[in-house]
């Protein structure tokens, strides 16, 4: 189906540099190259690996090359009726896909149909040795051996190069509807929470600018019923608004400072800490620009069970991410050192030492 | 004390000093209940039981065993239908059926944290006060545990649209070989770090035993409805699957059933299935009133234009009910009419549903073995169930040959040797057919960061390169299986 596949070079450049010891700096589009610690390391370009491998509409899964772009891979899924459940955040024209899956974001549906690691099914990758391995496949069950495809996801490249990803597609909604209304943030985290106990197609949920919003998908007759028990007003022009949130391009995220992504129980009261907010997926995923001090905050948010990431705009010198327990970096950095034996593949980007 | 393992005494005296001595056995008979799981073919008493009540008391066990490199076998309801719960006769087997207290459920933030030994149905049960439920379904709910379903990665008749047990928990407690605590997950719905609760999902036990579990729940549908379509021809039914999916519908649940199945079904539990159809189709649809009104009228649309028979809507919830019973109780109802039955998992792609039940057909002559055939046809989960009778010489050891000419169909056609089920002991030697050497080498590796002693369930889920070659070369002698080594499908 088109394409290119790089695979052998991208082993050689691999298996090189497992000989040479060199650090490499897996590299798709760079949208995201603000995210995580600064890489360092030889680049190994993953761009030129694309194109759609398998896709049958009617078996929901899709298989591509990681180098390709998430516009080719929606415009075709849309032409077939069917989308992404995870609603991937592009952050950039030329967004690939296998950078989505190392970074492991979702978007504003991901509450309610799933995440980017959820839609995973199968991965073929190259380890640190330079060896291709398939680990899941294209099949909805699997369960030979361990779940290494969706250890992939949100790994930030730490543990291999993934050349190709089966995914979970989805038919996508006959019709979507957005209610807002104007509430208080308190208000809005109740609302949002007590949506989770009732039986309506929501597929979105946020609260910004003292506006609550809630997105309704289904099938038309389902969104008419479901529409009339939600107060509000109808939300023009929706899936710009949406959008806009997803690819951060809403007024709150052009404000300059360090932006934070702050993970709690949905149901979790307005935090009562320095800043301005905004929340995204029913109140679990919450985004905040505040001054006060990175160490502080983690341990705030920590108290009420939830983390931290330092999502731009931060000190680079500072942790990006959420610190692990002792017993538990152990295991990560066994588990790194059981995929990459030399610590080639992008060094320090999640944790330092991995 | 590195001798302890041959001093099997000493180690029991150990055991009873950390435990209520009703709680350690070792007596062949007090252990007789443990000496399988559901794939009753693998018995094997172990050299002691362990009941555990608290998180220390299993801390303190698994240290023990680890300082005396005693292996130690973790346990459900032991309803897993692969012997990922078979004893070692040298080891510890840990039953967590004390653990069985839900320990809350948290309607405002739609989650519920349970103990590993709670059956599976009594989550939802609990929940139901608050009109909300944990969807993943297996057919054994009423008695396998949450935490056999964790490391099995479970699924039910509904995890076509709701998802796998991997879809459905945030958090588990985890004790590792050496005795540490580890909190996976989170309660929030990302956690930091590698996703190292998708890789506990479905370990079989062989990464750490799971103490703690907290598990999404979801708002329990308006309304869910059922149609039964009948089906004149097997292949027929087959492909009306793949057309409602491609016409954009996810039903709630896709199962499949065929005449065999269907007769001894309905002799079983009287759920009212047509007797002469070769096939029938369970379709449910939920969701709220009017949309499942609108999907139940597009899915008998299709079923009809595929050639049903006969398509039916479900009277009330009543008749639901007795619908989804006869499916619910087709194992047992098939172990009504045959001495014994062998039930398969494998997972196809959607489109080679055909194809592949013409071959099982085919082969079902070849061997002189009847098969009846059950299964997850939305997600492409094959359970044909092999009839046998393992009193008659050689027709076990007939029937596990079948068996195995029906997984290496499900990897030539782009599929998997197991869909639910796992692993465990019995299908180890088909894992060479799946993985080549450096991705079972991966798997070894990923097991040893988390238990680099090796001592959790070991033997199970993952074979060593010597047993493959072993196998491989075996196979390659008699021309039926291509080398492991060479390129797979
Ligand atoms: C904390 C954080 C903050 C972020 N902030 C922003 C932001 O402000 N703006 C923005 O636009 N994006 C941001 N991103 C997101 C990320 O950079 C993009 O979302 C992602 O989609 C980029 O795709 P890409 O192809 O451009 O990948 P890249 O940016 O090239 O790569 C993203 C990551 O994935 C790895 N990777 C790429 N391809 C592969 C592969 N095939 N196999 C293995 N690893 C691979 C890279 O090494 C890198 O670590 C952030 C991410 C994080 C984690
Ligand atoms: C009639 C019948 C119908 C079935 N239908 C389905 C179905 O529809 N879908 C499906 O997926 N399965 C099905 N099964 C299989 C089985 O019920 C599941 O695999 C179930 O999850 C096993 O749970 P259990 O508590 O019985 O686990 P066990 O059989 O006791 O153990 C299974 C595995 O999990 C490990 N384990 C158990 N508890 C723990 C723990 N706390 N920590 C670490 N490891 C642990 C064991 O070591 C073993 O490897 C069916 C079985 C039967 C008999």
Redesign the interface.
């Known amino acids: 189906m088109g394409g290119m596949d790089i695979s052998t070079a991208l082993q050689q450049q691999v298996l090189d540099a497992f000989h040479n010891g060199t650090p490499l700096n897996i590299c798709g589009s760079g949208s995201k190259a603000f995210l995580g610690n600064a890489s360092r390391g030889q680049a190994i370009d993953v761009t030129g690996h694309r194109g759609i491998v398998e896709y049958?509409?009617?078996?929901?899964?899709l298989t591509v090359r990681s180098g390709t772009t998430l516009h080719e891979i929606e415009a075709a899924l849309a032409e077939a009726?069917q989308m992404l459940a995870f609603e991937p955040p592009h952050f950039g024209e030329a967004a690939t896909l296998g950078g989505t899956i190392a970074c492991?974001l979702s978007g504003p549906r991901?509450?309610y149909c799933?995440?980017a690691?959820?839609s995973v099914l199968g991965c073929k990758l190259i380890?640190g040795?330079g060896?291709i391995?398939?680990?899941g496949?294209?099949?909805?069950?699997?369960?030979?051996?361990?779940?290494?495809s969706?250890?992939m996801?949100?790994?930030h490249g730490t543990?291999g190069v993934m050349l190709e990803l089966s995914l979970k597609v989805?038919?996508?909604p006959?019709a979507s509807i957005t209610v807002t209304r104007v509430c208080s943030a308190a208000g809005a985290v109740s609302s949002m929470?007590a949506l989770?106990?009732?039986?309506?197609?929501v597929d979105g949920a946020c609260f910004h600018g003292e506006q609550l919003y809630i997105r309704l998908s289904?099938?038309?007759?389902?969104v008419?019923?479901?529409r009339s028990k939600i107060a509000g007003g109808v939300l023009p022009d929706a899936d710009n608004f949406w959008h806009a949130l997803r690819e951060h391009q809403l007024p709150f995220f052009k404000r300059n400072g360090a932006l934070y992504r702050v993970?709690?129980?949905?149901?979790t009261p307005p935090l009562n800490i320095e800043g301005t907010w905004l929340l995204d997926?029913g109140g679990?995923?919450r985004w905040l620009y505040s001054t006060e001090d990175p160490a502080s905050l983690r341990h705030r948010i920590a108290s009420v069970?939830?983390?931290v990431?330092a999502f731009r705009g931060g000190k680079q010198a500072d942790e990006i991410?959420?610190?692990?327990?002792a017993?538990?970096?152990a295991?990560?950095q066994?588990?790194k050192?059981?995929?990459d034996p030399k610590n080639i593949f992008n060094r320090g980007r999640?944790?330092a030492g991995l | 004390m590195p001798h302890l393992r041959e001093n099997n005494t000493a180690l029991i005296s150990a055991l009873r000093g950390l435990l209520p001595s009703e709680s350690v056995l070792a007596d062949a008979e007090d252990m007789r209940p443990f000496e399988c799981d559901g794939l009753a073919v693998y018995r094997q008493l172990p050299m002691v039981v362990a009941l555990p009540e608290t998180v220390a008391q299993v801390q303190s066990i698994l240290r023990l065993c680890h300082a005396h490199g005693v292996p130690v076998v973790a346990r459900g309801a032991g309803t897993g239908l692969s012997g990922g719960a078979l004893p070692l006769a040298d080891g510890l087997l840990l039953s967590l059926a004390k653990f069985n207290r839900i320990l809350n459920i948290d309607v405002h933030n739609a989650m519920a944290t349970v103990q590993p030994g709670v059956r599976n149905l009594a989550i939802s049960e609990a929940a139901a006060a608050y009109g909300m439920y944990y969807a993943p379904d297996p057919s054994s709910q009423i008695a396998c545990t949450i935490g056999g379903n964790v490391a099995e990665n479970s699924g039910g008749v509904h995890c076509l649209k709701y998802g796998l047990t991997v879809h459905n928990i945030l958090m588990l407690k985890v004790v590792t070989m050496e005795g540490e605590l580890l909190t996976i997950g989170a309660e929030t719905l990302d956690s930091p770090g590698y996703d190292l609760l998708a890789l506990m999902t479905g370990s079989e036990g062989m990464l750490g035993v799971i103490v703690e579990i907290t598990v999404k729940l979801l708002a329990k549908p308006e309304r869910a409805q059922v149609v039964l379509a009948a089906f004149d021809d097997v292949m027929k039914a087959g492909e009306a699957v793949g057309s409602i999916i491609a016409a954009g519908i996810i039903p709630a649940g896709l199962e499949m059933m065929d005449k065999l199945a269907i007769r001894a079904a309905e002799d079983f539990v009287h759920a009212g299935y047509p007797r002469d159809a070769e096939a029938i189709l369970l379709c449910e649809l939920d969701g709220t009133h009017a949309e499942v009104s609108e999907y139940i009228l597009a899915v008998r649309n299709i079923l009809t234009a595929s050639g049903a028979t006969e398509v039916r809507t479900a009277a009330d919830e009543a008749e639901r009910q007795l619908f989804w019973k006869g499916r619910k109780s087709a194992f047992p109802a098939v172990g009504r009419i045959s001495p014994d039955y062998y039930c398969m998992d494998g997972t196809i792609p959607r489109r080679q549903l055909p194809h592949v039940l013409r071959r099982i057909g085919e082969m079902s002559a070849e061997y002189g073995l009847a098969v009846a055939n059950v299964f997850h046809a939305g997600d492409g989960n094959l359970h044909p169930l092999i009839l046998f009778d393992a009193n008659k010489e050689g027709e076990l050891h007939r029937t596990e040959e079948f068996g195995r000419s029906i997984l290496r169909l499900c990897v030539e056609v782009g599929g998997t040797i197991t869909g639910e089920h796992g692993v465990g002991v019995e299908k180890i030697d088909q894992m060479c057919v799946q993985f080549l050497s450096a991705e079972l080498s991966q798997f070894h590796a990923v097991k040893a960061a988390f238990d680099p002693s090796g001592l959790l369930n070991p033997g199970k889920a993952v074979p060593t390169l010597r047993r493959c070659a072993e196998f491989g070369a075996m196979h390659v002698h008699h021309g039926q299986l291509p080398h492991p080594e060479l390129e797979r499908f």
């Not at chain 1, 049958?56 to 899964?61: G, H, K, M, N, Y």
């Not at chain 1, 496949?137 to 290494?148: E, T």
């Not at chain 1, 289904?218 to 389902?222: F, I, L, T, V």
């Open positions: 049958d509409p009617s078996e929901l899964v009726g492991g991901r509450p799933g995440s690691r959820d380890n040795r060896e391995l398939r680990f496949g294209q099949v909805m069950k699997n369960v030979a051996g361990y779940d290494v969706r250890l996801v949100g790994a543990l989805l038919p996508r006959a929470s989770l106990g009732k039986p309506l197609p289904g099938s038309a007759q389902a008419r019923e479901a993970m709690v129980k949905p149901a997926w679990a995923q069970g939830g983390h990431t991410f959420h610190p692990l327990p017993p538990l970096l295991i990560h066994r588990i050192a059981s995929f999640l944790y």
